[in-house]
């Protein structure tokens, strides 16, 4: 099953009214999508945004989720992505968005094999007028209160994070997470960035099934 989140695919105008958004709000759009079609527990999947949903999701409900796969995760902000945060706040008003949303994918993505993975974000940042895109843009440049509760509060949810080995933004912070909670796993992807299964989907795949199998 996949979720279309706020602002994404056929939700794009569902919520034009909606000044701001909370990780607390869309999640509760994802347990609603749950709820409706019937499904009490499941295994998560979620890339680099999503994982705080994700996370967010076993915070609120953690009943509901068997385990977690964050690939691309997001689980503490450095210094420099924290610096590129603000720095895109300030300039929100005044530069267009999709220019501004280049410059943040060439950051987090600077590679040449990274290549496909800056196109596909660039190509679904079109998809987006630019009132929705200011929104999930203040969503995350407030979100490092919520990354130190999770940090510091383990779930105890069976949970996998597989990381690029270039994932120079996240992958540092991601070794301490999992160094520090006993129901983390780490499988790091070698000559990948931060979207793990667009530029490695067949080894995603693998890690993530056979992560999923020993499981069960």
């Not at 300030?90 to 968005?97: A, E, G, N, R």
Request: with cysteine.
């Amino acid at each position: 099953m996949l979720v279309d989140l706020r602002g994404h695919g056929r939700s794009k105008n569902s919520f034009q009214n909606m000044k701001r958004y909370t990780f607390q709000t869309i999640t509760k759009d994802v347990i609603e999508v749950l709820d409706h079609i019937s499904i009490k527990k499941a295994h998560f999947v979620g890339i680099s945004l999503g994982t705080i949903i994700i996370r967010e999701l076993a915070e609120m409900q953690s009943e509901r989720v068997e385990s977690m796969i964050m690939g691309g995760a997001i689980m503490r902000m450095n210094l420099r992505s924290k610096f590129l945060l603000k720095l895109g706040f300030w300039l929100k008003s005044v530069i267009p968005y999709m220019l501004l949303y280049r410059f943040f994918a060439f950051i987090i993505m600077p590679k040449a094999n990274h290549k496909e993975s800056r196109s596909l974000f660039i190509r679904e940042a079109k998809k987006l007028y630019q009132k929705e895109f200011i929104r999930w843009f203040k969503l995350a440049a407030d979100v490092n209160s919520r990354l130190r509760w999770f940090w510091d509060n383990e779930i105890g949810i069976p949970t996998l994070y597989v990381m690029g080995a270039e994932d120079h933004m996240f992958l540092h912070s991601i070794r301490k997470i999992v160094a520090q909670h006993d129901s983390a796993q780490l499988q790091i992807i070698p000559d990948c960035g931060h979207v793990v299964n667009i530029e490695q989907p067949e080894v995603f795949n693998q890690l993530t099934i056979q992560y999923l199998k020993e499981l069960n």
